[in-house]
């Protein structure tokens, strides 16, 4: 039995991850300024603390063999706290880490990180270029990382794709919700695009790999996405299927809708963020071979296989989070002013 410390562990990624560990009788350790309020709450060590407190982090690092580094400030957070937490508490915690002689590091940052792109699939020895306070952080964060392992520090850094499954609300919410009450859904484009996805399942593998396999194999970056996709509008248009209700997806103009978005971002009226709305009508996919060829990464499921298993989830489980909402992935993100545009579909 090992003992791993996930920071952010009651978040979506977290909760998964806990629970795919107790289940390989790992001993789990979470750090989150969140409250962990699952039925797992019991059968684990929970610290409430923040990642940017360093004694809080120092306390928490006892006696860890493996950290995952989770927490972090999502792109609806403010500039501030986004840079305070996925910057600096990157470095308090892999600093603590290494002070305390944990074996590993994995790092889990985002293919955010190569901004919007250019050509596909993309490698991970591709410029990265952070879109936004988020994506800079994630590259700066990623940079620390680095930093470390050239010092000898064994760190695994994991760029997951968009991941969904069991407990993910956030954007993703808004699909689900007007799947559920008979709606269409708009897609930026025509649809025809290929948009990797990731479920949350496959993740929790490749961290899991990094943590276990050896040194030589996981001391590198990796890509993690899926290996089976279609275009958004054939995966898109696979949730309202299993919905029932007979509706579409509907494609719009990009470019007028591009520019209705980012005047709706710039006056806080949608949640949709920039690095969402410039990649959602072009095809964005990583390569994997990296994460196959060195961990033996085998993805489990489809983008279609991981929508499904995430909209019957959220189906389960309405009732806990309606009337809620929050700028984590813990819960529905607000809609703003694009909740009037359901009167069209």
């Known amino acids: 039995m090992a003992r791993f410390l996930i920071t952010g562990g009651a978040g979506f990624l ?9 289940a390989r009788e790992q001993e789990v350790v979470s750090l989150d300024i ?19 407190d360093r ?33 600096d ?8 880490a290494q002070m305390h002689g944990v074996k590993r590091f994995a790092h889990i940052s985002s293919t955010a990180v190569y901004g919007i792109p250019t050509h596909h699939p993309q490698l991970e020895d591709d410029p990265r270029e952070g879109v936004g306070p988020y994506g800079e952080a994630k590259v700066a ?40 009450e008979g709606r269409g859904f708009p897609l930026l484009g025509d649809g025809a695009n290929r948009y990797q996805l990731l479920d949350v399942q496959d993740l929790c593998d490749a961290i899991y790999l990094c943590c276990t396999l050896d040194d030589d194999a996981v001391n590198d970056t990796f890509n993690i996405g899926a290996k089976d996709f279609d275009t958004m509008g054939e995966d898109y248009q696979a949730v309202l299927d299993y919905a029932g209700r007979g509706k579409s997806v509907t494609p719009l ?15 806080n009226l949608s949640p949709l963020y920039k690095w969402v709305y410039e990649t959602a009508a072009k095809d964005s996919c990583i390569s ?35 009337r809620k909402s929050g700028v984590s992935h813990r819960v529905p993100w607000s809609q703003g002013i694009l909740r009037l545009a359901k009167i069209f579909f």
Not at 14 to 22: A, K, Q, S, V
Not at 34 to 51: C, K, L, M, T, W
Not at 74 to 83: F, V
């Open 14 to 22: 977290g909760i998964n991850l806990c629970r795919y560990l107790l």
């Open 34 to 52: 969140a409250g962990f309020s699952y039925p797992e709450r019991h059968q684990i060590n929970e610290i409430r603390g923040d990642v940017r």
């Open 253 to 267: 103009p990009a470019a007028p809708a591009i520019w209705l978005l980012r005047m709706l971002e710039a006056l």
């Open 89 to 96: 508490g990157t470095r308090n915690v892999i600093d603590s």
């Open 141 to 180: 964060a990623e940079d620390i990382c680095f930093e470390f392992r050239e010092n000898g520090m064994i760190v695994s850094v994991l760029r997951p794709k968009s991941f969904v499954g069991p407990e993910r609300l956030g954007v993703f919410a808004m699909l689900y919700e007007w799947a559920n």
């Open 288 to 322: 994997i071979e990296r994460a196959e060829a060195r961990l033996g990464f085998q993805p489990k499921y489809s983008n279609r296989d991981a929508l499904l298993r995430n909209f019957q989830w959220y189906l389960d489980n309405q009732a806990a989070f309606e």
């Open 55 to 87: 004694a809080t982090v120092d306390g928490a690092m006892t006696g860890i063999d493996f950290v995952v580094h989770a927490a972090a400030a999502l792109p609806l957070y403010s500039p501030e706290e986004i840079r305070t937490t996925d910057i």
